[in-house]
């Protein structure tokens, strides 16, 4: 079983629609919780950090459940740029080795 | 751009042959690590640097090494290519202790053939 598990997707939906992506994790000592993005070719990009409390960044909201080890990400009105890869990633100490999924494909189209 | 930087951005390398990559952290970033990106998963965590001294492993085996320098880049040596080594290989740089972002360069692509 892999430490960080996503839905691979792709999630194919269009401009202004709202996705949401699920993840869970193993390792019940993880402590630090984050949500990548990753255009094709690129390095991932740190979209944000989640907390037990949920936090909102504009149209992305991010969920932790540690009870379930569940990590979601929330894109209301999404754009045609938002089109990427989402990586779940999970950490037991901050700053240190980050696990990562495989990612979750979203397209946008018009 | 994050201030890390990596050469290399691209190579090929056949089989058997050895490679270095290397990274130059963001300034004042006393941590990097190195992940192995294969086409369609997520990066694998390779090691992770601090101070000059491996702070950590992922499950690679002993070909894979590294270095860090005083000046805090680092190298990334993988020896007796295999094709299955072809993947993008990330830098992150970060400073410990810190809840500062992980910064992560471009990477370098690499191809054994």
């Known amino acids: 079983r892999k430490e960080v598990e996503q839905d691979p997707g792709p999630f194919n939906v269009p401009e202004g629609a709202t996705v949401a992506f699920n993840c869970t994790y193993s390792?019940?000592?993880?402590?630090?919780f984050f949500w990548y993005r990753q255009d094709c070719r690129k390095e991932p990009k740190l979209l944000m950090s989640?907390?037990?409390s949920g936090n909102e960044d504009g149209r992305f909201t991010a969920q932790l459940n540690r009870a379930s080890q569940y990590i979601s990400l929330l894109i209301r009105d999404s754009k045609l740029s938002d089109s990427a890869t989402y990586l779940c990633?999970?950490?037991?100490?901050?700053?240190?080795?980050?696990?990562f999924g495989a990612g979750t494909i979203l397209r946008v189209k018009s | 751009e994050t201030g890390v930087t990596q050469s290399p951005t691209h190579l090929i390398k056949t089989r058997g042959q050895q490679v270095t990559l290397r990274c130059s952290s963001q300034?004042?970033?006393?941590?990097v690590s190195w992940y192995q990106q294969a086409l369609g998963q997520g990066p694998q965590f390779i090691f992770q640097?601090?101070?000059?001294?491996?702070?950590g492993r992922g499950n690679f085996p002993p070909r894979f090494s590294g270095l860090q320098f005083p000046n805090y880049s680092s190298e990334l040596n993988v020896n007796a290519l295999e094709l299955d080594d072809s993947a993008l290989y990330l830098c992150?740089?970060?400073?410990?202790?810190?809840?500062?972002?992980?910064?992560f360069g471009e990477g370098s692509w690499l191809t054994v053939v």
């Open positions: 300034s004042g970033h006393n941590t």
């Open positions: 640097y601090y101070r000059e001294e491996e702070n």
């Open positions: 992150a740089s970060s400073l410990a202790g810190s809840r500062n972002t992980i910064y």
């Open positions: 390792n019940s000592a993880s402590q630090s």
């Open positions: 990633v999970a950490s037991i100490q901050y700053g240190n080795k980050l696990v």
């Open positions: 989640v907390y037990s």
